[in-house]
């Protein structure tokens, strides 16, 4: 398990899955602000729902200043809307030099190059990218809203994000190790392992 926000050991060993570097610095990116922590939650259920998630690794890769943290993919059912194939879902690890609006517009870009079309609240999707955390910052906008306003009740959430600040505090002070084992006991996520490897079993 890597240290909490683990990128200086990162750095150093390279052994952590999906550890890659951004080719630069995007126009975008806001270089007052300095380098900011985020988790961001990947779903998919449309397509290839493994080469979606792969392809949005290596988008991710360009708004990213140093490795990705990648969490295990999990299969889960669907929240909300229950008609709709089952979900794989992970989290990532990154640190930006992104405000949080322009972060938002840089993910929403990446969505709809996998063809994203928001027809239903919660239905199927090729590709969803939420912000879950920013820092620790609160953000409030009536578009975003950090931390993801729904993550605490998400085990597909939960429970990839505790692989990465399993110690980190949510809501009533509780870990996200605690939150993702009591998430965990209600069933409905299964890991299929890294993402390299799901992808070899995984259509």
């Not at 259920?45 to 493994?50: L, T």
Request: glycine content about 12%.
């Amino acid at each position: 398990m890597p240290p909490r926000d683990g990128w200086d050991a990162l750095r150093s060993s390279g052994s952590h899955d999906e550890m890659r570097r951004g080719p630069g610095v995007p126009r975008a990116w806001d270089g007052r602000g300095g380098v900011h922590t985020v988790y961001l939650g990947l779903g998919s259920n449309q397509g290839s729902r493994i080469r979606n998630l792969l392809g949005a690794l290596d988008e991710l890769r360009r708004l990213a200043v140093g490795p990705l943290m990648c969490s295990c993919v999990y299969e889960t059912r669907p929240v909300g809307y229950l008609a709709q194939p089952d979900f794989l879902n992970l989290v990532v690890g990154m640190q930006v030099l992104l405000r949080p609006r322009d972060l938002l517009a840089g993910v929403q870009a990446i969505e709809t190059r996998f063809g994203r079309v928001r027809q239903i609240r919660f239905g199927p999707r090729t590709l969803d990218i939420d912000i879950l955390l920013y820092d620790h910052e609160y953000v409030c906008f009536r578009d975003l809203q950090i931390p993801h306003p729904r993550m605490w009740e998400r085990g597909f959430v939960l429970i990839p994000l505790a692989e990465l600040i399993p110690e980190r505090r949510g809501l009533g002070g509780r870990t996200l190790r605690e939150m993702a084992e009591s998430a965990a006991s209600e069933g409905g996520v299964c890991c299929v392992g890294r993402i390299r490897e799901a992808a070899a079993c995984i259509p």
